[in-house]
């Protein structure tokens, strides 16, 4: 049941944001690497069939083929394109301005996610769910790189970083791996966030 869920919502999160490929693709990567996940591949893909068609579908209605890309046909004035192209090599202004920034920094506007790194190197020492967590980190980082290479990441007139929603829970659950160790730091973090 949970690699039906796991590929549901992996799955829906392509169809609401279609960068969201990226952890599709890293799930489906960790369920073959894996020994174990490889007897859940069938439930994964049964749990993507219905968030694909409604895909697939939207694509057809809007774009006329249910494989287009929804990228292809954005608005110049929102999807900002350098030399006609939506993305481009991140550099490290990307990163301060999608972490650190007070206009869109997903760690102005959340800095409880400053606890997804002493999380993650805590998850480091310990045995229990190492490959849960590095895979959380791992999908957080490859999304966060995909996120500094598009042009538009500002997200248009989003409250704070939109585009980095999807890796939310991932990030959360590597914060709260931290929660242990530092309990008074992350409580202040989580009001702070609030």
Not at 1 to 30: D, R
Not at 56 to 64: I, L, S
Not at 121 to 136: A, D, G, M, P, T
Request: hydrophobic share 55%; glycine share 10%; charged share 10%.
């Amino acid at each position: 049941m949970m690699a039906v869920l796991t590929g549901f919502s992996a799955a829906a999160a392509v169809v609401i944001e279609p960068s969201a490929l990226i952890m599709l693709g890293c799930v489906a990567f960790c369920l073959v690497s894996v020994r174990e996940g490889r007897s859940y591949i069938p439930l994964f893909l049964l749990g993507c069939i219905l968030p694909g068609a409604v895909l697939a579908w939207y694509n057809y209605v809007c774009f006329g083929h249910p494989l287009a890309s929804s990228y292809n046909y954005s608005n110049d004035m929102v999807m900002w394109k350098v030399e006609g192209k939506l993305f481009g090599f991140p550099g490290l202004r990307r990163f301060y301005e999608l972490l650190i920034s007070p206009y869109r920094g997903l760690c102005f506007s959340s800095p409880v996610l400053l606890m997804a790194l002493p999380g993650f190197l805590i998850s480091l020492k310990r045995r229990q769910w190492r490959n849960e967590l590095l895979f959380c980190a791992l999908i957080s980082g490859l999304f966060l790189f995909f996120m500094a290479g598009f042009h538009a990441w500002h997200g248009g007139s989003a409250a704070g970083p939109r585009y980095l929603l999807p890796v939310f829970p991932f990030l959360y659950l590597l914060a709260g791996i931290a929660f242990t160790r530092f309990p008074q730091l992350y409580l202040l973090l989580g009001v702070a966030s609030c």
